[in-house]
């Protein structure tokens, strides 16, 4: 049975003495979300940053933890005059091959091996996960040494060619955005004068036309 990536990357952590490898220390000000820092012995993604006021006298910073490995949350309060350990967190392009299932097969460019991840891991929506398409270049992100790739995503911007268009909605008097289904099945907003087969540059992170290609 085909395993995602988390799941190898749980079987194949050592049982002490894992996180081996360190980069920089930050102050829990400087941290942002998208990093991952080290905390009580287990890699966690910062995915929110909130200043909670002072304890003691000194600034509260709230961080909105996940772990790296099992995806479980947390929420943690660190003083500003307090270090943390900033993990290597790399990003590799991969093609994107097929789903099966809850998992998606992706292929390194460089030495063609095939990767299998599971959507559970996907950064991003279900609307944003329904822009992924077949040969589409997506960022895998890498935790070196261990646990390895943690997470994934869409390209920033991508072509898609439009397969039809909502020409009802053109009649509506100053309707200048109308609806439109992509040859994949995702669906979008374009302007009203874009047309069945021309191909369209969307902004994946906000589901947004951007301009024709």
């Known amino acids: 049975m085909l395993r995602s990536a988390l799941a190898r990357a749980t079987q194949l952590r050592p049982a002490a003495g894992w996180l081996t490898r360190r980069w920089y220390q930050v102050s829990p000000n400087s941290v942002r979300p998208g990093m991952v820092i080290e905390h009580n012995g287990s890699p966690l993604i910062v995915v929110s940053k909130d200043h909670g006021g002072t304890g003691r006298g000194q600034a509260v910073i709230k961080l ?3 772990h790296a490995v099992t995806g479980a949350r947390s929420n943690e309060r660190f003083r500003g005059s307090e ?16 789903m099966d299932g809850d998992t ?3 292929m390194d460019m460089q030495t063609f091996e095939e990767l299998a991840m ?4 996907f950064d991003g929506s279900k609307e944003h996960l329904a822009l992924l398409e077949d040969g589409m270049t997506v960022t ?3 935790l070196v040494p261990e646990p390895g790739p943690i997470s994934w995503r869409l390209p920033l911007r991508h072509t898609y060619k439009v397969k039809s268009v909502d020409q009802s909605i053109e009649k509506d008097k100053g309707a200048t955005y109308v609806n439109a289904v992509l040859e994949n099945g995702a669906q979008v907003k374009v302007p009203s004068f874009i047309r069945p087969g021309e191909s369209v540059v969307i902004d994946t992170s906000q589901l947004a036309y951007v301009s024709r290609a």
């Not at 270090?83 to 097929?98: H, R």
């Not at 599971?118 to 891991?121: A, E, K, L, Q, Y």
């Open 104 to 106: 998606v097969h992706l």
């Open 140 to 142: 895998v992100k890498v």
């Open 64 to 66: 909105g933890l996940k």
């Open 118 to 121: 599971g959507v559970d891991t």
């Open 83 to 98: 270090s943390l350990e900033v993990m290597v967190l790399a990003q590799n392009e991969y093609q994107f091959l097929y």
